[in-house]
C-alpha cells in the first residue's frame, strides 16, 4: 500500500532500521549538528527529535529523511533493494511520460486538528530548529511545500524553499529567480495584487521529493506526485487561501505575499556548502492561518557541505533529467549519467558513454554541462568510456588520471549559468556567472584500439569464479 502521510512514511521505514530517535536534544543549534554529523554518512537513518529543549513532549523535527537510497526507493514506491541506476531509470521514465493525477478534494483531514486564526496564531509554536551556527535565524520550512497559484492560468505549484520565522505571525520567504513561486509572486505584484501563500511542513517525503525538484513550468507537483504514486494526493482547501494542503500534513501555514512588504532574512547555510552573502531583504509572509495535526512533526532538512539529505535523492533525479536531456540533443551511445552527490548533484556530473566516431566523447560533456538540466552551477564534468562505473568515485578518478590528457582533452567554458551562492560565481554588472570545465577522460577515439588493456579480471571471468565460489561471493 502506497503511503499517505509522514507518519506512515515513518511506520515503513523504522522496521528496517531507517529511523533513529533522539530525545532530549535542543533546537537552538545541538538538533542542527546532530543531523549533520549523521548526515555525512551515506545510508544513516532518518532523525526523529522529540522533548526538543523548551517545547512539549510530542512537538517533534524529522531530519535526514532520505539519506539512504532504500528510503530513496520506497519514497518513489521502487522495491527498497532497487539500485542506484534503477532510481534512476525510473525518474527518467517519470520525466518522459507522466499522466497527471488530479489531486481529491476531502472535507475533513488531521491537519485541521487545530486551526488558529487571529489573534491565537503563534508560529513560534513549533521546535523550530536553527540548523547551523551561522543561521541569520529559524528556518522552518526546509524540506516543505511552497504553494502558489498562477493568477493568470489557476495553475498549482508546489516549490521547496527556505521559510525563517520572523515574528509570531511573520515567515520570511527565500525564492530565487526563475523558481516557479517565483514567478508567480512577481505576477501578482504587477497586477498590484497580493499573493497567497502556504507553507505545509511536514508531509508525505515523496511531495518534499517533487517539491524539491525541477518538474517544467506549468505542471502542478501534486498531480505528478500522484502519477508517481499512482493515487491521487488528498487535499483539503485551505480555509483562508484556498489553495490545496495535503489532508494529512502536520503543520500549514496559510498566509499573503504583501505588495513589495520585503525584511531582512538570513543568511543560511547553503546547499553547496557554505553561506552565500549575508542578511538581505526578502518577501516575508504574513500568516493568516496555521493548521496543525495533534503532536505535529516539522519535515527539515539541513543543507550543509555535501553529501546532505538534499543531495542524495537530488543526485539521482538529476542524473536522471541530464540523461533525458543528452539524448534529447540527439547524443547516441549514452550509458550513464551520475551527477555527483559531492557537488550535490549540480557541480560535478559524470557522464559514461559508448564512443561511436571521433569527436563523440566531447560533444557529449559540452552538452551535459549547458543542457538546461545540467548548466545551472556546474562546474566539471567528466565523461568516460562504458567500461567505467560512474557511481564509484575512484573508478571515475582512475579513468580521470589514465585517459584524460591535460594538454587536450580539457576544455574550459567561461561566463556560464550560475548563482550568486556559488563561491567561485563572479559579478560582471552584477549578474553572476561561473567558469567551468569539461574533461573527457574516455580513451582518445584515435587510440582507442591500441591503448594498453585494462588490468582488471574481465566481466566474464569474473562472472564464471563467482558462480563456482559462491562461498566467497555469498550475495552476487
Ligand atoms: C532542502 C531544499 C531547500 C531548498 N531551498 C531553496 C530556497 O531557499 N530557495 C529556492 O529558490 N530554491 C530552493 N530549493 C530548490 C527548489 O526547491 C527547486 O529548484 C524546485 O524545483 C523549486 O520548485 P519550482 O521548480 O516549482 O520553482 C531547495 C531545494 C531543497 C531540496
Ligand atoms: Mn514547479
Redesign the pocket.
Known sequence: MPVKDLREWMQKVEPRGGLKRVTGAHWDVELGVITDLYQRRPGSPALLFDEIGDYPKGYRVLSNSLAAMDRIAMTLELPVEASTMEIVDRWRKSMKSFVPVPVKEVKEGPVLENVHTGSDINCWEFPTPKWHELDGGRFI????M?ITKDPDTGWI???????MVHDENHLG???????????IREKCWARGEDCPVVVVVGQDPLL??V?????P?GMN?YEFAGAIRQEPIEVIYGPTTGLPIPASAEIAFEGVLKVNDYRDEGP?G??TGYYAGGTRPEPQITVTSVLHRHDPIILG???AVPP???SY??SPLRSAIVWNQLEGAGIAGVQGVWAHEAGAGRLLLIVSIKQLYPGHSRQAGLIASQCHGGAYTNRCVIVVDEDVDITDTNQVLWAMLTRCDPAEDLEILRKNWSTRLDPLSYPVDKKFFNNRMVLDACRSYDRKDEFPPVATSSPEAAKKVMEKWTELFPNK
Open positions: 520550512g526546509t524540506a516543505c511552497v505549484n508546489s516549490g521547496t524553499y527556505r521559510v520567504l527565500m525564492v530565487s529567480p526563475g523558481k516557479h513561486g517565483r514567478i518534499y521529493m517539491s524539491g525538484m525541477e518538474i513550468y507537483e543560511f547553503e546547499w532538512s539541513s543543507p546532505s539529505d538534499t535523492f537530488r
